[in-house]
């Protein structure tokens, strides 16, 4: 199904799984401007007051479709983390898949609007430690990837927190750039500027 093709209307809700994935689709293809919850029903076969009464509000409907995406990332990072490259290629890897894929990634469309959102977002909705949590998740990950390569002397002993807190402040910093479309920031020369910062900050001896 792609956005802007109605589905005929139901007669029971679609899985929630669905809804979302329908939603993320949508931002993919039209943007966060055209996603409405009547637009969004259309896509599913809904009403938007049957979305409503789901979701609440929009700013409700694109946490949890945020969340879904990074619950989807959250098995990718995790396959990654455990597999058998080497601990410096893992750490490429996670970088690979922080780094958004060309300007206007859906995710990080999503994700920037849902920060955006976030300081007027209604208190009951949790949108603040909602999103703690998400980020929390990737910070814990890239800890333990850090230690690891310590303990095992492919990196030269740094403060795995320290370390963390910084990368991920680079990584935020360039995504954004990239997720807008920043000339002169590119996926590929983002990559690479992230590389040479680890290659001086990890290099053993």
């Known amino acids: 199904m792609t956005a802007g093709t109605p589905t005929p209307p139901r007669k029971h809700a679609p899985p929630r799984e669905e809804v979302l994935a329908a939603a993320m689709a949508m931002v993919a293809e039209t943007g966060l401007d055209r996603l409405t919850m009547a637009a969004l029903g259309r896509e ?15 700013d409700e409907l694109l946490l949890q479709t945020l969340e879904w995406s990074e619950g989807r990332l959250g098995e990718e990072r995790r396959a990654l983390l455990a597999g058998p490259g080497s601990v410096r290629e893992r750490l490429a890897g996670f970088v690979d898949l922080y780094v958004p894929s060309a ?22 909705v949790g949108a603040g430690r909602r999103q703690a949590a998400i980020e929390d998740a990737w910070h814990r990950d890239l800890v333990a990837l850090l230690a690891e390569g310590v303990a095992a002397g492919a990196f030269r002993p740094v403060d795995p927190e320290h370390l963390a ?8 910093g360039f995504s954004v750039h990239v997720a807008v479309g920043l000339p002169g920031t590119g996926r590929a020369e983002v990559l690479a500027h992230v590389g040479e910062f680890l290659d001086e900050a990890l290099a053993a001896g």
């Open 44 to 58: 599913v076969g809904m009403s938007s007051g049957h979305l409503l009464y789901y979701f609440k509000t929009k």
């Open 103 to 124: 300007p206007h990634d859906p995710h990080w469309t999503l994700w920037l609007e849902v920060w955006n959102r976030s300081p007027y977002a209604d208190p009951a």
């Open 165 to 172: 807190v910084r990368l991920r402040a680079l990584l935020d």
